[in-house]
């Protein structure tokens, strides 16, 4: 299914979902999202969905389940790629009746692209009946899903319309230095320009943050704004010069228990705490994901009025609004915007059942790097390993080879197509897999990955079934670490009992997990660990957040760490930080550490040695380790939410029914949360009442 964004895909998908659960029989759905904050956006619209089901209610599962604990039977899984992949692993009868695909175009984006296609691909092959719902904006070539995964009975549906009217307004500065500036109408974007109005600010609007700040401050004044900012240190000073045009707006309650929400799942210095008391928010992909959440939520019913968003607004984020501002927009590292991006983000203009047009205000058009209203507004998706097998294939070759990569920063996307290429080859299946891309066994391209991964495999020990657990690293470096550990296991006993991590609550963890991420550093990252010594500073970090240390403390620890810093900066290199090497890398390379110490051992005979291995790639995920929190978490609160009730729970081993019971005869207002907080528990209690 393609639509513009605000046709209201998932509110398609999830209307379906729950008449697919009210006959009464089982069912399992697997619903696919590509980021952290959509598990969020998703599962609380499906709880919301279901509120007042009259049969048996599914689970709704964000979380992967271990592998002790059954499945239930009527669930509907909302993860990522990377969650359903640990799902996969933990249990060999995790299968789904329905898949849902959401932001299903972003199949098509490196290394996350390929695991997505995999994960879909194991799901089929565990079930070959399953449904599958494909949903994205605006695709052309819709027939790619079915070709890439051999479905001969596709149903295409297309939406080209948007349910709102939209309306292209070119600014133009007359004059920078005293804010003149004239405004036409392009109409729905391809229609002759009007002229619409000219204005004086009586404002100096020489640099594209004051053109963003006093326009939208302007034009936007009463309404619902978004104001579009390349990247995250841009965002938070367009929020403070806006907030400071706006210091005179009265206090509000709600607001207050926003700004406090802020400080206490973030920091009492964080930017935020005090922009949202002026009904002005910032949003982008570091911020945690339950403050994220309440900040769109504070857009939804009109307390912010002004939200700056970076990117993360391409990745299917519901955050309409009557007014869109953009000014020389760009996506990565100073990249002009694509027209199919440009009009995913014009699509958020407009909010349905609420305004009969949405406005999308092009300030400086004419000096634009691209002019994205020329452009399609639908494109071509080419699944990420089709695009490195047939356009990248030397580097590719290198990979398989082993050999050097030269400068190439981002070889995780060539790592993981090595790696389901290598398992499909020692699988039989590589001949199905290429055929499906179009390279077929007569042509050169085909037997020139074959010769090369034929050579791969005469250096490989490792079986496929535990090479294909580590998709992102490639199976020469998964090798190169086994044989690290198997060298270890043959010593003894007690060198094998040594490279068991420890549970971040031992005393000894930190210098665990140093020796672990030194030789993951070595051996998968490429790192001389004698000359570059950030993982001890990584293994620091991890285990504070898998202990549950509030992100509070770990930034005032930053900090203090660097006071000659500015705070700001601190904060976000921080949040970055938590996001990218702890919640990305760490947990990539303890998972990798983890699936070949466990192969090593049992093929020792050390089965016993083998089942003591914590799960420290799940721990790092969701920033907890008790198994009290992590319940908590399970329920659908809050990191911040839980790590406070973990911290009044004597029992630190309660599962969900126990952490449900435990929430339910303790009386509330014991324990001493924020207004938000608080409602977070009430509303999880009434919705598992």
């Excluded at 513009?4 to 999202?33: C, D, E, M, R």
């Excluded at 179009?438 to 079986?463: M, S, V």
């Amino acid at each position: 299914m393609a639509a513009p964004t605000s046709a209201g895909k998932s509110f398609v998908l999830q209307h379906y979902l729950s008449s697919i659960f009210s006959n009464n029989t089982n069912n399992s759905v697997i619903y696919i999202v590509p980021t952290r904050a959509l598990i969020a956006q998703v599962a609380e619209d499906l709880v919301e969905q279901f509120r007042d089901f009259e049969e048996e209610k599914p689970e709704i599962i964000t979380i992967p389940i271990d592998n002790e604990t059954p499945l239930p039977k009527n669930a509907i899984y909302v993860m990522t790629q990377e969650r359903v992949q640990l799902a996969l692993i933990a249990h060999k009868n995790f299968f789904a009746h329905i898949i849902v695909v959401d932001e299903a175009h972003s199949i098509s984006e490196g290394a996350r692209g390929v695991l997505l296609q995999w994960v879909i691909d194991d799901l089929l092959h565990r079930k070959n009946n399953s449904q599958i719902l494909f949903a994205s904006p605006t695709i052309r070539n819709l027939d790619v899903f079915g070709r890439l995964f051999d479905i001969k009975d596709v149903v295409e549906f297309s939406s080209v319309e948007p349910t709102v009217a939209q309306n292209f307004l070119i600014t133009k500065i007359d004059s920078a230095n005293k804010g003149k500036i004239s405004i036409q109408t392009a109409g729905d974007g391809r229609s002759p320009l009007s002229h619409v109005a000219d204005l004086t600010l009586n404002q100096n609007i020489s640099s594209r943050i004051d053109k963003l700040v006093h326009i939208s401050a302007t034009l936007g004044h009463g309404q619902s704004n978004i104001i579009y900012a390349n990247g995250a240190a841009e965002a938070e000073n367009i929020a403070i010069l806006l907030m400071d045009l706006f210091i005179d707006r009265p206090d509000n309650e709600s607001l207050l228990a926003l700004s406090e929400l802020a400080k206490e799942t973030v920091h009492p210095n964080y930017i935020l705490v005090e922009c949202v008391k002026k009904g002005i928010a910032f949003h982008y992909s570091n911020i945690p994901t339950h403050l994220r959440r309440a900040v769109e939520d504070a857009v939804s019913n009109g307390q912010i009025d002004y939200l700056i968003c970076t990117s993360t607004l391409l990745q299917g984020v519901n955050l309409p609004a009557k007014n869109i501002f953009l000014c020389s927009p760009e996506r990565g590292r100073r990249k002009a915007i694509e027209s199919t991006d440009f009009w995913n983000l014009a699509g958020r203009a407009g909010r349905l059942l609420r305004e009969f047009q949405g406005n999308i205000f092009l300030i400086d058009y004419d000096n634009w790097k691209k002019k994205p209203l020329d452009g399609p507004k639908d494109s071509i998706i080419v699944p990420a390993i089709e695009n490195t097998i047939k356009n990248h294939e030397d580097i590719l070759l290198s990979v398989i080879n082993d050999d050097s990569v030269g400068k190439i920063t981002d070889t995780e996307n060539f790592e993981t197509v090595f790696v389901r290429l290598f398992s499909d080859h020692m699988r039989g299946n590589l001949d199905k897999t290429l055929t499906r891309l179009g390279i077929t066994e007569d042509t050169i391209e085909f037997k020139t990955i074959f010769d090369a991964l034929r050579l791969a495999e005469q250096k490989i020990t490792i079986p496929p079934s535990i090479v294909r657990k580590n998709p992102g690293i490639s199976v020469h470096k998964q090798q190169r670490l086994f044989d690290i550990l198997n060298n270890y296991i043959s010593h003894s006993s007690a060198s094998a009992k040594f490279l068991i991590p420890k549970h971040p609550r031992e005393s000894d963890a930190y210098k665990s997990y140093e020796a672990i991420l030194e030789v993951c550093y070595q051996s998968i990252l490429d790192h001389d660990t004698s000359k570059i010594k950030i993982y001890r500073f990584h293994a620091l970090i991890a285990r504070k957040w898998m202990l549950g240390t509030s992100l509070s403390q770990i930034i005032d620890d930053q900090i203090k760490r660097s006071p000659q810093k500015i705070i700001r900066t601190t904060i976000r290199d921080t949040l970055k930080l938590i996001e990218n090497d702890i919640r990305f890398q760490a947990v990539r390379l303890f998972g990798c550490y983890n699936t070949l110490l466990t192969y090593a051992l049992d093929k020792a005979g050390l089965i016993d040695l083998a089942s003591s291995i914590p799960s420290l790639p799940l721990y790092l995920e969701i920033g907890a380790s008790d198994k009290t929190m992590i319940s908590f978490i399970s329920l659908g609160l809050s990191r911040v939410t839980a790590m406070k009730l973990n911290a009044l729970s004597a029992r630190k081993d309660l599962d969900v029914s126990g952490a449900l019971h435990w929430l339910r005869t303790r009386p509330l207002e014991s324990f001493g949360l924020s207004p938000l907080l608080l409602s977070e528990v009430r509303e999880i209690l009434l919705l598992t009442h």
